[in-house]
């Protein structure tokens, strides 16, 4: 349990239904168990009812993880209120997919309850019901990764990220909806269908972690993983009012076929609080052997308070890069009215940029883009009857890709490179940078890609979401944060950047930024009702 102790609920007890960890830290586990169950009418380890004003489903993953361990609720009820959530709602958006039989998902519950009976516990997330983002392997659960190629595809064993889930106690339940192999900012595939907006089922999701952050948001799951390329840990949270973290290079350690080239992907979290971020990061993150590059300081740091004084630092917005992104109208405006926020809460806020060409930071990555879809989806490409079943887009990347020479390559990298040092330099005048997420609202759900922004023809499938890619070229941390609604009931975000393995300070920023603000617990989907 001592692991434990650092984590704490970032919105207010009342709010949420449950007791706070501040009234009862110092008294340990039996006082915790025994005052959270007199704050709802019981005693300990008797059976628990759920009630509008404490309801198992609306707890984020670090109270949900505090009830578990202190035996106010059980992993059975646990997991029969999360099966429940996703029976009554995930009809209507399409988020999580390969659904596991209710029975044997119930069972390993039960397996959870007896080890704590005994005063054993996996770790933070013991008992939790987890869908995993269908481009990461969970063992013995299909692993399409979106693509009919792999429709009939059952993972033989697990990804190194859900090992560790697995080993702090996690149950696996199903998978996590994605576009066929994560390509493109819009969850649909010809093996699971679209995922639909967690706030109006007529607009998209996002992608690629589009599942991920509508079952965070709709209360399917308490806390989800993701991965990012181009905006995949970002984009779906703007789009469904969460949170979401893109991790640095090597926080959370990626095996495969080559471990030492910084690629441009990296896994990361989505959360309704950037707490509950934190205690999934905690799990996620740390050193591994077989990712030599993989960062070796504790994860436990993101599961610690959050809390940390924001008088005068520096914060640079970047909105438009002085008029180089078109936008939607009204998504500037909404996202630059976040400021004030930051300035509310004693950070000295300029608008401020790098002097660096942007236009060469798209090149680069469409370069380097190409060629890493292209290194790995070229044996299917290779085969005609596998290339018949691939998304347009697809073989547009790796026809792309296998054109490029190594000059070509080496020259796009060099440009990474250099634009990184342009950022790291300019970033030792801003502890952060702050820019938009996404260049639209959520668009129509039948549309593949926006073909015109702000007037502006996009060029390809990508450009739309243009605001994500200066990030992920610079290889630094970014957190998704609400910024609010339009007219419309639509929401979007924007980014919160740190320094190059700034995590906690992202964190750090965000929670201040929340606590001020709210958007999560004040503005939820209309299809959770009252609840």
């Known amino acids: 349990m001592s692991d434990l102790q650092g984590n704490r609920p970032q919105a207010r007890a009342h709010e949420r239904g449950v007791l706070s960890r501040r009234s009862v830290l110092k008294g340990g586990v039996g006082t915790l168990a025994t005052a959270a169950l007199s704050a709802v009418g019981g005693a300990p380890h008797q ?68 080890q704590l009976a005994r005063g054993e516990s996996s770790g933070p997330l013991h008992g939790f019901p987890q869908a995993v983002k269908n481009l990461d392997a969970v063992k013995g659960i299909r692993f399409t ?18 090992e560790r889930l697995r080993r702090n106690g996690a149950i696996f339940i199903g998978k996590t909806n994605t576009p066929e192999f994560g390509l493109g900012s819009q969850t649909y595939n010809n093996v699971y269908g679209t995922t ?31 991965s990012d390329h181009a905006g995949s840990l970002r984009n779906p949270p703007s789009f469904n009012n969460v949170f ?16 030492f080239t910084p690629g441009l992907g990296v896994q990361g979290t989505i959360g309704r609080s950037p707490a509950d971020i934190g205690l999934l990061l905690s799990v996620q993150a740390g050193y591994d052997p077989r990712v030599p590059y993989s960062i070796k300081e504790d994860p ?26 078109p936008f939607e109208p009204g998504v500037l405006d909404l996202d630059r009215s976040t400021l004030k926020t930051f300035s509310d809460i004693g950070c000295r806020v300029d608008e401020a940029r790098p002097d660096f060409d942007m236009e060469k930071v798209w090149t680069d990555w ?22 018949a079943l691939l998304k347009p887009e697809a073989i547009w990347e ?39 997420t996404a260049q639209v609202f959520p668009f129509d759900a039948n549309l593949h890609w926006p073909t015109e922004v702000g007037g502006k023809a996009m060029d390809t499938y ?6 994500v890619i200066p990030i992920t070229m610079s290889g630094l941390p970014s957190l998704n944060v609400p910024a609010g609604f339009n007219d419309a009931g639509l929401p979007a975000g924007i980014q919160i950047v740190s320094r190059n393995e700034g995590e906690l300070a992202c964190l750090q920023l965000g929670a201040a930024y929340d606590e001020a603000t709210g958007w999560v617990r004040q503005r939820k989907p209309g299809l959770l009702g009252k609840a």
């Not at 639909?196 to 989800?224: F, I």
């Not at 991790?247 to 990626?254: E, V």
């Not at 469409?366 to 009857?385: E, H, I, Q, V």
Request: hydrophobic content about 45%; glycine content about 6%; aromatic content about 8%.
């Open 47 to 114: 059976a628990w009812a759920a009630t509008p004003e404490f309801d198992i489903v609306s707890m984020g993953a670090v109270d949900l993880s505090e009830a578990i361990h202190a035996k106010q609720v059980s992993c059975v009820q646990v997991m029969n209120a999360y099966l429940d959530q996703i029976a009554r709602l995930n009809p209507s958006v399409n988020a999580v997919v390969a659904l596991q039989d209710r029975e044997s998902l119930l069972k390993q519950a039960g397996e959870r309850d007896a």
């Open 145 to 162: 990764q979106g693509s009919p190629i792999f429709k009939d595809r059952v993972a033989a064993a697990d990804s190194i990220m859900v």
């Open 196 to 226: 639909k907006n967690a706030y109006d089922q007529t607009r998209t999701s996002g992608g690629s972690s589009g599942g991920a952050a509508v079952a965070v948001a709709l209360r399917m799951q308490a806390v989800a993983d993701g």
């Open 244 to 259: 979401g973290l893109r991790t640095s290079y090597g926080r959370i350690p990626i095996a495969g076929k080559d471990v």
């Open 300 to 325: 436990k740091q993101f599961s610690q308070p959050l809390q940390r004084d924001f008088k005068n630092v520096s914060i640079a917005w970047l909105g438009d890069f002085n008029g180089h992104l």
């Open 366 to 387: 469409l370069a380097l883009r190409a060629w890493m879809t292209a290194s790995s989806l070229k044996p299917l490409y290779a085969d005609p009857a596998k290339r």
């Open 398 to 436: 790796i026809e792309r890709g296998l054109k490029l020479d190594a000059d070509q390559i080496a020259a796009a990298q060099e440009g990474r490179t250099a634009w990184y040092q342009a950022l790291r330099k300019f970033m030792d005048r801003y502890e952060y940078v702050v820019l938009p």
């Open 462 to 467: 990508h450009r739309w979401m243009e605001v």
